[in-house]
């Protein structure tokens, strides 16, 4: 049986060992680690949670390109280290640009950029979904959950509205 952990997640504010060993398990790359706020946009309402979707919708207002990678939060308490699968807007002027709202009012995040990996929309047994990523967790300098291709079913209507499914 797995152990219980309280944590309290914070973004990093350094990279560390529990983090350095992150970025090698994902084969990620130091030079592609940023830290962003987050940005409104005027043409939608994105949803939190749903940042696949929300960028997806961006290229029907600006120019750019969806942009994917990991979030990364970290409790130095505890020593742990948690990698979510998010994506961000690259604009025009190759700025990265997080246009989700987050769940606990965070003034920033730190975004490394996966080339490798990236979501999509799918049909799953007639529902909107999405093919992604599950969540990575380091604890201790050990990787305790590893990443994996998930299907999601999409529950914001954010999709639907905007004629994206």
């Given at each position: 049986m797995d152990a219980i952990i309280k944590t309290k997640l914070d973004y990093p504010k350094k990279i560390n060992k529990t983090i350095e060993i992150l970025l090698r398990h994902l084969k990620l790359k130091g030079k592609d680690i940023h830290r962003l706020k987050l940005t409104k946009v005027q043409?939608?309402?994105?949803?939190?949670?749903?940042?696949?979707?929300?960028?997806?919708?961006?290229?029907?207002?600006?120019?750019?390109?969806?942009?994917?990678?990991?979030?990364?939060?970290?409790?130095?308490?505890?020593?742990?280290?948690?990698?979510?699968?998010?994506?961000?807007?690259?604009?025009?002027?190759?700025?990265?640009?997080?246009?989700?709202?987050?769940?606990?009012?965070?003034?920033?995040?730190?975004?490394?950029?996966?080339?490798?990996?990236?979501?999509k929309p799918i049909t799953y047994e007639g529902k909107a979904a999405l093919y992604t990523f599950s969540n990575v967790q380091v604890i201790k300098g050990n990787v305790e959950r590893d990443t994996k291709s998930i299907i999601s079913i999409i529950h914001s209507n954010l999709a639907r509205e905007q004629g994206l499914i």
């Open positions: 043409h939608f309402k994105p949803v939190a949670n749903e940042c696949h979707i929300n960028t997806m919708l961006m290229k029907d207002f600006e120019d750019g390109k969806q942009e994917f990678g990991w979030l990364v939060w970290y409790d130095a308490k505890n020593d742990f280290c948690e990698a979510i699968f998010h994506s961000v807007w690259r604009n025009s002027n190759e700025s990265l640009i997080d246009i989700t709202p987050r769940q606990h009012n965070e003034k920033r995040v730190m975004f490394i950029v996966d080339g490798d990996r990236m979501a």
